[in-house]
């Protein structure tokens, strides 16, 4: 691709130039960095100019190009820079920039098969147009010698086209055939093949009637309905494998060596049992293992749906996926790669989605009355002309025909030009359709099931009792707070600055891992952090406690902020009839609470992930179609074990695989947008069969009849596949 | 009739120029950030490298 790229010999010696320096540069120094970056915030061309200009006058980078469709950038550096740097010089500049693991995306960068499909269509579109050129003079009362030079023409034009552009369908049918089935490609192939050796036989006998232009024609409005049915699939798959490439899979490995501890990043893919691992605040456990140095506070709710964070030091069990929060941790692993708890946990959720893989979709269901049904009338036509006239041409000839008039055109549009459609105007809305039978499968749902914490909530807590505090106390825990990074110290901090107040002095601000923050006030020592430490007392929520002096520990009480469009949503579908439940891992007092806020009646707490893959299993077995809504390690089962899934794109990657939707934005509003698009997504599929089968039901007796003229198969295929396409335009 | 000896001819060959265009701008992957190209024409910044 490349070599297509660069002037061969170019007239401007600086053109020249400038490759063949690239090219030296290149062997010179193989271990040129290849860093992609996700940019989610760029629209215009003033971002594409102004990112690629910030970039290229950054020192180290050769070369960067920005691709708005995908709001990604790729940038050629010279070794040693790091997509830290980068990052950092684009977000001084006001642009989120995201490292994407660059191996991960691999798959989406060589996009072949579209591309394949996007040529083989191209043909068959230059081809049908040439043909039907032909065709129309013919049709309007070219006779003789004249007639049989435009068959000639077409014929010529056709065989090689259709010998290219046909090939996926002769394939498909062909690996059908070995096994044994009929599917959608065999009727179509034989209808092609048909086609074009009648119309041979046909112009060397001088006949009247040749199908060329049908056969192509007909090459061309599948090609153009699988091209769509790729497109929609590889833009999910894309935008899928970027969420997955944002998560760099990098860990830093301690290594002892005679000058002491050394650390080194090295795939997690590469760790073994036995190694030592440090991780930082904010990062996430890559294997099982038990804590060897440290101590810090984890945040468990991905696994478990716990709200609280656990406290953990030396000798503590971690397990992957788990959140490190406040102080850096010297873990030694004692599971990794397949066999951690989060990929045990992967073992549910295959046994969960064997019954959703049982799942037929409307295509192929159309599929299966379709491909038999042609067959037969088409034989029986052969079979009833050639008693009538004993002509084997006449009969051969009409057998052709029906084949043609009743071949799957608008069948093979019907399904991806809606799902396009549909799947479009979701993106748009921030949802991303992941597997092609998820419209179907949502638009049958009668309950929906939530996961509390991370899902229905931000999982971000918010203080929710700062007017019990005095302004001299707010100032000295926003000054403490300020010195951790703690979760609840953050948005501790965050509520206070909010409400106008300023930070106390403190001198010697301390944090222990673990436990809180310590500093000294005016002579007396003032302390934030958990009960146990600060010396507070019980409480039923999440707490943080400040304490100045010898006085009473105070405590901060938080509770997790409902997410956007959460509370509008559950009412939005209660009123829409469904049956709405919230089921969670957390405390039933909390779940309660929550419930209540939002008007769920029905709510199961104390959940672990097998009660609620059980949960929905017995729903699916009392008849109910469930949609699961979760974004936890503990739902991955009950996601995959439910009729259509949902997860938020801040869900672990194993749920986000596990679900059909993945939900791009913050709000929860989407939802039902989806319910609703699914819904009538399935009527306009439905609709487009029904017009399909209108057009076979006018034009097949004409067909059996011996009345069909190319000019009226023609005429029935393209006007039954562009009544399709339109009416599934008028879902965006 | 003979005037269809040229135009046939010269109808396909033009079809056919036409359809290498097309190739060529698929195999050196223009269509893959049709946004961008969009946009694109909108700077004023001289761009004659498709992609590092």
């Known amino acids: 691709m490349t070599v297509a790229m660069r002037p061969a010999a170019s007239a401007c010696p600086a053109c020249s130039a400038a490759p063949a320096a690239e090219a030296l540069a290149d062997a010179a120094q193989p271990s040129d960095v290849n860093i992609v970056l996700s940019l989610p915030s760029i629209h215009c061309a003033a971002c594409i100019s102004g990112v690629e200009g910030l970039l290229g006058a950054t020192d180290g980078v050769r070369g960067a190009r920005v691709n708005l469709t995908l709001k990604r950038a790729q940038i050629d550096a010279a070794p040693g820079t790091t997509a830290q740097d980068l990052i950092k010089v684009l977000e001084n500049a006001g642009f989120e920039a995201h490292e994407l693991d660059s191996t991960a995306l691999r798959a989406t960068e060589t996009d072949k098969a579209g591309r394949d499909l996007l040529m083989r269509l191209a043909v068959a579109g230059f081809a049908a147009m040439n043909v039907m050129l032909l065709s129309v003079a013919v049709w309007s009362g070219a006779e003789g010698p004249t007639r049989d030079m435009f068959h000639w023409i077409s014929a010529a034009i056709a065989l090689p086209t259709i010998a290219f552009s046909a090939q996926p369908f002769f394939k498909h049918a062909w690996t059908a055939l070995r096994a044994g089935r009929l599917n959608m490609d065999v009727p179509i192939s034989l209808a092609i093949l048909l086609a074009l050796g009648t119309s041979l036989w046909e112009t060397s006998l001088s006949g009247e009637h040749a199908y060329f232009d049908a056969a192509i024609t007909l090459t061309f409005f599948l090609l153009a309905g699988r091209y769509l049915d790729h497109r929609t699939r590889a833009a999910a798959r894309s935008a899928a494998e970027e969420l997955a490439a944002l998560e760099v899979p990098r860990v830093s490995r301690v290594t002892d060596t005679s000058d002491g501890a050394a650390e080194e990043q090295v795939p997690a893919s590469e760790l073994a049992i036995g190694d030592l691992i440090r991780v930082r605040p904010g990062g996430r456990m890559p294997v099982d293992g038990d804590i060897v140095d440290g101590q810090s506070e984890l945040d468990r709710s991905l696994l478990t749906g716990e709200t609280r964070p656990i406290y953990a030091g030396p000798g503590a069990t971690v397990s992957a996926g788990e959140v490190n929060l406040t102080g850096p941790l010297t873990i030694r692993a004692s599971a990794v790669g397949r066999d951690t708890s989060l990929h045990r946990m992967a073992d549910l959720v295959a046994v969960a989605e064997s019954g959703r893989s049982r799942y037929t979709s409307l295509a192929d269901k159309a599929a299966k009355l379709y491909a038999p049904g042609v067959h037969i009338l088409s034989a029986l036509a052969f079979a009833g002309w050639f008693v009538y006239t004993l002509d084997l041409r006449t009969a051969l000839n009409i057998a052709a025909a029906v084949l043609i008039i009743t071949c799957p055109c608008a069948l093979g549009l019907a399904v991806p030009a809606v799902t396009t459609a549909a799947s479009g105007r979701l993106f748009r809305k921030g949802l991303l359709i992941k597997e092609s039978t998820a419209l179907e499968r949502m638009a049958q749902v009668d309950t929906v099931v939530f996961d509390k914490t991370g899902t229905l909530t931000a999982g971000a807590p918010q203080v929710v009792n700062l007017n019990d505090h005095a302004r001299r106390e707010l100032g000295i825990a926003l000054a403490l707070a300020d010195g951790s990074s703690h979760p609840l110290s953050q948005s501790l901090a965050r509520a206070i600055r909010t409400a106008g107040i300023a930070p106390a002095k403190l001198g010697n601000i301390t944090e222990l891992p673990g436990h809180g923050t310590q500093a000294t006030w005016q002579g007396q020592t003032v302390q934030l952090g958990r009960a146990s430490w600060v010396g507070g007392g019980q409480s039923p929520d999440t707490c943080a406690w400040l304490r100045v002096g010898d006085t009473v520990a105070e405590p901060f009480r938080f509770a997790d902020q409902i997410r956007d469009g959460a509370e509008a949503l559950v009412t939005r579908l209660q009123e829409n009839g469904y049956d709405v439940i919230l089921m969670s891992g957390d405390t039933t007092q909390a779940v309660e609470a929550f419930a209540t806020r939002l008007g769920i009646a029905k709510w199961i707490a104390e959940a672990l992930p097998e009660d609620k893959a059980a949960k929905v299993a017995d729903l699916t077995y009392q008849g109910h179609r469930v949609l699961m809504v979760g974004d936890g390690l503990n739902d991955t089962a009950a996601l995959a074990g439910a009729h259509a899934s949902i997860s938020p794109a801040t869900a672990l990657d194993a749920a986000r695989v596990a679900s059909d939707v993945v939900l791009l934005g913050q709000s929860l509003d989407p939802i039902s947008d989806a319910l609703d698009t699914s819904r009538t997504a399935i009527r306009r599929i439905r609709q487009n069969f029904r017009i399909a089968t209108w057009y076979n039901i006018i034009a097949v007796p004409l067909a059996v009849a011996g009345l069909c003229s190319p000019l009226i198969a023609a005429l029935a295929m393209s006007t039954s596949s562009i009544t399709v396409s339109l009416n599934a335009l008028r879902l965006k | ?52």
Do not use: C, W
Request: net charge negative; aromatic share 10%; hydrophobic share 40%.
């Open chain 2, 1 to 52: 009739m003979n005037v269809l000896a040229y135009l046939i001819p010269v109808s396909l060959i033009l079809g056919g120029i036409g359809l290498a265009a097309f190739v060529f701008t698929v195999k050196s992957r223009q269509y893959e950030d049709p946004e961008g190209a969009a946009q694109r024409i909108l700077s004023d910044d001289y761009d004659d490298h498709p992609k590092p």
